[in-house]
């Protein structure tokens, strides 16, 4: 089982750069895979980033593919997401999800889930 908590959310403007954390607590954090994903208000939740447990492979989404960066500290229990040259359409709401399945890009793949974190771009 694992609990997983975002922080670093907030409003910025465009251009500019925010650093999402999602602390897990539990145990074998380290054998999971992690995501983070977004949802906008009246849109579907979608992908934007994901890890494996050793750091060595990331999967991104297009629309974020050389502004995002996530990366993980397995003996702090953490995952980042660092935001830069965001866009008013990086609004939404962000999630951290762990599976104990292989990478993965499909929300449904993820057993687990943070809260949210919001996050506002203005133009």
């Known amino acids: 089982q694992v609990q997983l908590v975002e922080s670093g959310g907030g409003y910025v403007q465009a251009g500019g750069s925010l650093r999402l954390s999602c602390a897990a607590s539990?145990?074998?954090?380290?054998?999971?895979?992690m995501g983070w994903f977004r949802q906008a208000p009246g849109k579907a939740r979608e992908f934007v980033a994901s890890?494996?447990?050793?750091?060595?492979?990331?999967t991104y989404a297009n629309s974020v593919k050389g502004r995002f960066t996530i990366s993980r500290d397995n003996a702090k229990k953490s995952v980042y997401l660092q935001m830069n040259s965001l866009k008013p359409e990086d609004t939404a709401v962000y999630y951290c999800?762990?599976?104990?399945?292989?990478?993965?890009?499909?929300?449904?793949?993820?057993?687990?889930w943070g809260q949210g974190t919001q996050v506002t771009v203005s133009s």
């Open positions: 999800a762990a599976t104990q399945g292989i990478i993965s890009t499909m929300r449904y793949d993820y057993e687990y």
């Open positions: 890890i494996i447990w050793s750091g060595g492979d990331t």
């Open positions: 539990g145990r074998a954090f380290s054998i999971y895979a």
